[in-house]
């Protein structure tokens, strides 16, 4: 256990998450695949967060990111309904533990990547090369993050230079939940 290897558990980077084909508009996503989908992305965040804080409370210091998207912020007619309301989940949970949590000194933070190169993304378009398009049209610098990009992001929430960052919606996303309509 961390704890026990290094004396304290400062960070928690809660990252995990899954985004399979068979989660897609409502109307064709079963429950089988609505729950995996909840619970690798969101009760992983809840209960992960849950222990980390028992250690972080009792050493009145730590910082957590928990990574949501940015579509917990917009909504796709390509839809993929229980990963974004998943990721709404890590969203609205991350800001409520920043809050209940500030005063013992800790700071939770929720990461909303835009599309970031990865394989759950590479994956994803591999499948179906239209809906890859679709989305990228929407990205103003019409390209996606490197995941280095996003790494850098998730140093600065751990650091001390984010120490007065908490609770935030911290938005590393290229301007996609920004634009209305992207140069050609
Ligand atoms: N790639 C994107 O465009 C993008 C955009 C926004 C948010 N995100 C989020 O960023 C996070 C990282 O995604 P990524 O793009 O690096 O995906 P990825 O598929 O490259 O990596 C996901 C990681 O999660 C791990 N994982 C999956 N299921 C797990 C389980 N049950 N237990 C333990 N680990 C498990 C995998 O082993 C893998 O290391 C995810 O939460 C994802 O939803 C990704």
Redesign the pocket.
């Known amino acids: 256990m961390a704890k026990d290897t290094f004396g304290s558990v400062d960070v928690a980077f809660n990252?995990?998450?899954?985004?399979p084909t068979d989660d897609s508009s409502i109307l064709d996503t079963g429950l089988d695949a609505w729950s995996r989908v909840q619970?690798?992305?969101l009760t992983?965040v809840y209960l992960c967060s849950k222990y980390a804080l028992t250690h972080m409370v009792e050493q009145k210091s730590g910082s957590i990111i928990n990574?949501?998207?940015?579509?917990a912020l917009m909504g796709a007619a390509t839809s993929q309904i229980s990963?974004s309301a998943s990721?709404g989940g890590v969203l609205s949970m991350s800001r409520e533990l920043g809050v209940q949590f500030a005063k013992d000194g800790i700071r939770v933070n929720a990461l909303?990547?835009?599309?970031?190169?990865?394989?759950?993304?590479q994956?994803l378009f591999a499948s179906d090369p239209v809906a890859a398009q679709r989305r990228l049209v929407h990205v103003p610098g019409g390209r996606?993050?490197e995941?280095e990009e996003?790494a850098a992001a998730v140093a600065f929430l751990a650091s001390d230079d984010a120490s007065f960052v908490n609770a935030s919606t911290f938005t590393v996303d290229g301007g996609i939940s920004a634009a209305y309509v992207t140069a050609e």
């Open positions: 990252n995990a998450g899954i985004n619970n690798v992305n992983s990574t949501a998207s940015f579509v990963y990721k909303c990547p835009g599309p970031v190169n990865t394989p759950l993304l994956e996606f993050a995941p996003i």
